[in-house]
């Protein structure tokens, strides 16, 4: 199975921040990655797909990167509704692989 | 609106059974392939199960394989995940969402709320 290794697991930032986080894949996965926002008590949402296209309706300030095996999700201006965890997710081989999640917190 | 809606999860023995499903409505389902993640309590997320559009291939997490079936019933618009010999590590919440799929990328569009599977003597 393909491996993903998200840094840091949790972060603590303000509101108005650069945020980045990171996934490495163990191997290559192309642009096979996928980013979803889930809030305490809810279901994910998908942010990003393909590494860098953005779903419909979410704000312009997420942002996602790479290929091959690293990629990063970059929040610009963090937003007090942006507090969350975020997980990577590889879909290059059919046996799908989330990463461990990062915890973004006040 | 594209909704999908979990029911069938509850409290069950070790070496139990349960059949969740996922009713959805708002877009052609049958156009779809569908996939099962769970997420113990305090834990990440882990993908359990897809099944193509029109039912014909089904894939499984390691983890899973040999214990639990993914079905679909298109007629009714609904998808299935039939969970036999439950382990006390099988306790989680289960979504299901939609896939979405293009020519370079493949993802989880629309989410479940999920629903809650406790295993336990």
């Known amino acids: 199975d393909i491996q993903m290794t998200q840094s840091p697991s949790s972060l603590s930032a303000s509101v108005g921040d650069r945020v980045t986080i990171t996934c490495r894949a163990s191997?290559?996965?192309?642009?096979?990655l996928n980013w979803y926002q889930q809030k305490a008590g809810k279901a994910p949402k998908l942010l990003i797909y393909?590494?860098?296209r953005l779903q419909s309706g979410v704000p312009s300030r997420f942002t996602g990167s790479g290929s091959g095996t690293h990629f990063t999700l970059t929040i610009d201006s963090l937003q007090p509704e942006d507090f969350a965890t975020y997980y990577c997710?590889?879909?290059?081989?059919?046996?799908?692989?989330f990463g461990q999640g990062s915890k973004v917190e006040i | 609106q594209v909704q999908l809606v979990e029911s069938g999860g509850g409290v069950v023995q070790p070496g139990g059974s349960l059949r969740l499903s996922c009713t959805t409505s708002?877009?052609?389902?049958?156009?779809?392939?569908m996939h099962w993640v769970r997420q113990a309590p305090g834990k990440g997320l882990e993908w359990v199960a897809l099944i193509w559009f029109d039912g014909s291939v089904q894939y499984y997490a390691d983890s899973v394989e040999g214990r639990f079936t993914v079905s679909r019933d298109n007629s009714k618009k609904t998808l299935y995940l039939q969970v036999n010999s439950l382990r006390v590590e099988d306790t989680a919440v289960y979504y299901c969402?939609?896939?979405?799929?293009?020519?370079?990328?493949?993802?989880?569009?629309?989410w479940g709320q999920g629903t809650t599977v406790t295993v336990s003597s």
């Open positions: 708002g877009f052609t389902f049958s156009t779809y392939g």
């Open positions: 191997q290559t996965i192309s642009s096979y």
């Open positions: 393909a590494a860098s």
């Open positions: 969402a939609r896939d979405a799929r293009g020519d370079v990328y493949d993802t989880m569009d629309v």
């Open positions: 997710q590889q879909s290059y081989r059919t046996l799908w692989t």
